[in-house]
């Protein structure tokens, strides 16, 4: 009997045998590997997806060791060595140095003291324009603006005066700025003043023109 017990005990442990048992090979000691060397695998599914090579590599070369290879198109990007100065990164007119567009063209008008046109926006259409010198700027445009002459239209405002109210004298403040009147047509009147220093937000950039 016991000869009948081992016996059957060694076919139920046989690859090659019908009766094999998969669950009593997995936890027999006696299990005998084919290939001693064979990698082993948490499941069946992880087995499966090596063995149809449908796996993510980990790196390039143990791609080309297994077979499977890029296409031309499909290759991996080469990345930029690090250790550029530090002052490329530090704001938007570091980057303007070595990159192209408008915002190069704003910087360059910038450092050459070029004086440019700014037309603003409006309601609907465009307001006006100031003609000034870039102190300093953004990404989102927004301009620090010297020496500016500002040139806006508006409509008239006409207004009855309240009767019976005595009149209350206004005070101007001699540091704002003198707001001259140069054309009116009696619906609209052209505007211009100059200021000195003036901040002015991206959302109200239409077009930036240079001055030759």
């Not at 938007?92 to 567009?101: A, D, P, R, V």
């Not at 704003?106 to 259409?125: D, E, F, I, P, S």
């Not at 101007?172 to 002015?200: A, C, F, W, Y």
């Amino acid at each position: 009997m016991a000869d009948d017990a081992e016996s059957s005990s060694d076919e139920s442990l046989d690859l090659t045998n019908q009766d094999f048992d998969a669950l009593r090979a997995l936890y027999s000691r006696k299990t005998i590997i084919p290939v001693p060397g064979a990698p082993t695998y948490d499941n069946l599914t992880k087995w499966e997806s090596i063995f149809k090579g449908i796996t993510a590599k980990k790196n390039a070369k143990k791609d080309d060791e297994e077979g499977r290879k890029f296409l031309p198109h499909q290759g991996l990007i080469q990345g930029q060595r690090r250790g550029k100065p530090i002052e490329c990164y530090k704001n938007i007119l570091g980057k303007m140095q070595n990159t192209f567009g408008p915002l190069r063209v704003l910087y360059n008008c910038m450092q050459t003291k070029t004086k440019v046109k700014v037309y603003t926006r409006g309601a609907r259409g465009i307001r006006g324009h100031v003609e000034a010198y870039i102190a300093a700027f953004d990404k989102h445009w927004n301009l620090a603006l010297e020496d500016c002459l500002e040139v806006w239209t508006r409509k008239v405002k006409r207004k009855a005066p309240a009767l019976g109210l005595p009149q209350q004298s206004v005070t101007i403040d001699e540091d704002m700025p003198k707001v001259i009147v140069k054309e009116s047509n009696g619906k609209t009147e052209t505007l211009e003043r100059h200021v000195p220093q003036m901040l002015l937000r991206g959302e109200q950039v239409a077009v930036v023109v240079k001055i030759q």
